[in-house]
C-alpha cells in the first residue's frame, strides 16, 4: 500500500448529507439507485448514482445520512450526471454498504460536515 501525506487526504473532501430523493435506475448497466443528497447550505443539493440495490430500496433511503466524496469532478453515468460520489464498504458478498454517521448518537449531524 503507498503512502500518503496528511496535505494529501485534506484535497479529499469527503462531507455528509441527508438522501432527500431516490429513484431506481433501471438503465444503469448493473442494477442502482439514483440519489438526490442535501449537503446543506454552503454545497446544496447534489445527484449521485450507486450501485447498493442489495441492500437499499430506494424509499429506505429517504432521510438517511451519508458520506460522499464532494470534490471529484461530475462523471455522467448513462444518461445521469452523477456529481459525488458516496461512500461505501463490501460485505462478504462484495456488495456495497453505506457508511455515515454512528446511528446511536442522538442527534444527526449538520449537513455538510466535513470529514476530519
Known amino acids: ?19 432527500v ?32 440495490t442489495a441492500h437499499y430500496a430506494p424509499d429506505d433511503l429517504i432521510g438517511k445520512q451519508v458520506l460522499a466524496v464532494v470534490n471529484f469532478p461530475p462523471r455522467q453515468i448513462g ?3 452523477s456529481e459525488v460520489l458516496v461512500l461505501g464498504l463490501p460485505d462478504d458478498g462484495g456488495e456495497i454498504v453505506l457508511i455515515g454517521p454512528d446511528g446511536a448518537v442522538p442527534a444527526n449531524v ?7
Not at 21 to 41: H, M, Q, S, T
Not at 110 to 116: C, I, M, Q, V
Request: charged content about 35%; aromatic content about 10%.
Open 1 to 19: 500500500m503507498a503512502e500518503i501525506g496528511f496535505d494529501d487526504f485534506l484535497k479529499v473532501d469527503i462531507r455528509v448529507g441527508e438522501v
Open 21 to 52: 430523493r431516490a429513484e431506481p435506475y433501471p438503465e444503469a448497466r448493473k442494477p442502482a439507485i439514483k440519489l438526490w443528497i442535501d449537503f446543506g447550505a454552503e454545497l446544496g443539493k447534489k445527484k449521485s448514482s450507486a450501485q447498493i
Open 79 to 81: 444518461r445521469f450526471m
Open 110 to 116: 449538520p449537513l455538510g460536515g466535513r470529514l476530519h
